[in-house]
C-alpha cells in the first residue's frame, strides 16, 4: 500500500512491458554454450554480449535473494557468525528475463581489511567479484559465472520496482539526503548495515545467474581443506602435513580429475585472497570428473599486503597439478605477458574501472611467483613426471555433454 501511494505521490507510470523471450537473448545462449569444458568457450562472443546486457538493460523487478529470505523464516543465528546485514545481496531480473545478483559496494578500493578480522567477517566487496571473474577468464578457467560492473539508481532500479514489501520497508532517506536501504533479518540488521547511493546512484557488481535447478541439478560439496569457523578451531588439514594422503583414499578423490580441479581452485584462491570456499559446487550432468564452480568470490582482494600461503595447501600437500594450468601459469610470469599487466588491462574494459588499486594488481605477480615456487619444490621432491598431470590430450566432449536446456 506505501508502496503504490509512494508511486502515485511522484506520478510514476508503471515500468514499461517485458519484451517476449527471444531464442538469442545472450543469457539463454550463455545457458546454452556451457559444456564440460566451462561456463562458456574461450573468446565467447555471447559473454561479451551477455556482460553489455548486464550492463545497458532495464531492470523490471528487484528482489532479495534465497539466502536473505532463509534469514527471514527459520534461522539458527547460532550457526552464523555475522549478520547478513553486512553482505546484502539482491536478484535483478532485467527486460529480457534475465537475471543477476546485484552486489553493493560496502568497502572503498583502497581500503584493505583490518589485519584483527576473522576471514568469516570480513565484508563482500563488489569490485572482488569483477576482478575474480577477469582472473578467472585469463587463467582459462572459465569457472566464474559472468560478471560485470554498473552503477545502480537505487531509487528507479530497485524501490520502483522490487514487489517485495520488505524490501520495500527498508529505504530510507540518510542525513545527509542519500537513498540508503539495508537487510531485513532478525538480527543485528540496521540501518548502520546499510548501503546508500549517493544520492541515488550506487556502485555494484552484477553476475549472471546459472541455469535453473529444475534444468541443470547442481550438487554442493563440502570443500576437503574447509577452514574451522571457530575463533580458536583448527581442522586436520592444518595441523596434518600429510592429510592428503586420507583425502587421496576418499571417493571420488581417489581417481579421475576431482583432486587437480580442488588445486586449480586453490591456485585461484590463493591468487584472490580468498580464504572462505567451505563449499564447491558441479554440474551433475558432467560426472564425477566436471569442473568446479567458483562462485561467491567477494571475500578477494581484501588484503594486498599479506599472501595466505595456507590457502595453498591443495597443491603443497598433495604436490600434482594440471599441466594446462602450470603451462598458463608459467606464460603469466614471462615479462611480455606478466599477470599484472594482463588483468590491469582486461579490466580497463569494466565501467567501473579501475577495478582494482595497483597494490592488489602487483600483489598477483608475486602470489604467481610462490605457486610457481610451490611447485618446484614438489618437482625437486617427487619428480616432474608424479607431480605434473597430463591433461594436454583429453579428446573433444561429445555434443551430447553439452547442456540441453529449453525454454
Known amino acids: 500500500r506505501r508502496h503504490k501511494l509512494y508511486r502515485e505521490e511522484l506520478n510514476l507510470t508503471s515500468p514499461a512491458a517485458p519484451l517476449p523471450l527471444r531464442p538469442e537473448a545472450s543469457w539463454l545462449q550463455f545457458h546454452l554454450g556451457i559444456s564440460r569444458d566451462g561456463l562458456y568457450p574461450r573468446s565467447s562472443p555471447t559473454v561479451n554480449r551477455l556482460l553489455r546486457d548486464m550492463q545497458d538493460f532495464t531492470t523490471i523487478s528487484a528482489d532479495y535473494s534465497q539466502d536473505e529470505k532463509a534469514l527471514l523464516g527459520a534461522c539458527d543465528c547460532s550457526q552464523i557468525v555475522k549478520p547478513s546485514g553486512v553482505h546484502l545481496k539482491l536478484v535483478l531480473r532485467f527486460q529480457d528475463f534475465g537475471k543477476a545478483m546485484f552486489k553493493p559496494m560496502r568497502q572503498k578500493r583502497e581500503e584493505e581489511t583490518p589485519e584483527d578480522f576473522f576471514y568469516f567477517v570480513d565484508f563482500q566487496r563488489h569490485n572482488a567479484e569483477i576482478a575474480a571473474f577477469h582472473l578467472d577468464r585469463i587463467l582459462d578457467f572459465r569457472r566464474v559465472p559472468p560478471t560485470v560492473g554498473r552503477l545502480i539508481n537505487v531509487t528507479k532500479e530497485i524501490l520502483e520496482v522490487t514487489k517485495n514489501e520488505i524490501l520495500q520497508s527498508v529505504f530510507f532517506v540518510s542525513p545527509a539526503s542519500n537513498v540508503c536501504f539495508f537487510a531485513k533479518c532478525p538480527y543485528m540488521c540496521k540501518t548502520e548495515y546499510?548501503?546508500?547511493?549517493?544520492?541515488?546512484?550506487?556502485?555494484?557488481?552484477?553476475?549472471?545467474?546459472?541455469?535453473?535447478?529444475?534444468?541443470?541439478?547442481?550438487?554442493?560439496?563440502?570443500?576437503?581443506?574447509?577452514?574451522?569457523?571457530?575463533?580458536?578451531?583448527?581442522?586436520?588439514?592444518?595441523?596434518?602435513?600429510?592429510?592428503?594422503?586420507?583425502?587421496?583414499?576418499?571417493?571420488?578423490?581417489?581417481?579421475?580429475?576431482?583432486?587437480?580441479?580442488?588445486?586449480?581452485?586453490?591456485?585461484?584462491?590463493?591468487?584472490?585472497?580468498?580464504?572462505?570456499?567451505?563449499?564447491?559446487?558441479?554440474?551433475?550432468?558432467?560426472?564425477?570428473?566436471?569442473?568446479?564452480?567458483?562462485?561467491?568470490?567477494?571475500?578477494?582482494?581484501?588484503?594486498?599486503?599479506?599472501?595466505?600461503?595456507?590457502?595453498?595447501?591443495?597443491?603443497?600437500?598433495?604436490?600434482?597439478?594440471?599441466?594446462?594450468?602450470?603451462l598458463r601459469l608459467q606464460l603469466l610470469a614471462e615479462p611480455d605477458y606478466r599477470l599484472s599487466d594482463v588483468m590491469r588491462e582486461s579490466l580497463l574494459q569494466d565501467r567501473l574501472a579501475p577495478v582494482l588499486t595497483e597494490p592488489h594488481l602487483l600483489a598477483l605477480d608475486r602470489r604467481l611467483q610462490l605457486i610457481l615456487k610451490a611447485v618446484r619444490k614438489c618437482i625437486d621432491t617427487y619428480g616432474e613426471v608424479k607431480v605434473v598431470a597430463n591433461d594436454t590430450t583429453q579428446p573433444e566432449a561429445p555434443a551430447s555433454d553439452r547442456m540441453k536446456l529449453t525454454t
Not at 208 to 227: D, E, H, Q
Not at 257 to 262: D, G, H, K, P, Y
Request: aromatic share 12%; hydrophobic share 35%; with cysteine.
Open 194 to 326: 546499510a548501503v546508500c547511493g549517493n544520492p541515488h546512484l550506487l556502485e555494484g557488481s552484477l553476475s549472471a545467474f546459472l541455469p535453473s535447478l529444475n534444468l541443470a541439478p547442481r550438487l554442493s560439496i563440502p570443500n576437503p581443506w574447509i577452514r574451522s569457523y571457530s575463533f580458536d578451531g583448527k581442522e586436520e588439514w592444518e595441523v596434518n602435513p600429510l592429510y592428503c594422503n586420507t583425502v587421496r583414499e576418499i571417493y571420488p578423490y581417489s581417481n579421475g580429475n576431482r583432486l587437480l580441479n580442488i588445486v586449480d581452485m586453490a591456485i585461484f584462491d590463493f591468487l584472490i585472497g580468498n580464504m572462505d570456499r567451505h563449499h564447491y559446487e558441479m554440474f551433475t550432468k558432467f560426472g564425477d570428473d566436471g569442473f568446479l564452480l567458483h562462485l561467491d568470490n567477494a571475500r578477494g582482494f581484501g588484503r594486498h599486503s599479506h599472501d595466505e600461503t595456507s590457502i595453498l595447501a591443495p597443491l603443497s600437500q598433495c604436490c600434482i597439478i594440471k599441466r594446462t594450468t602450470l
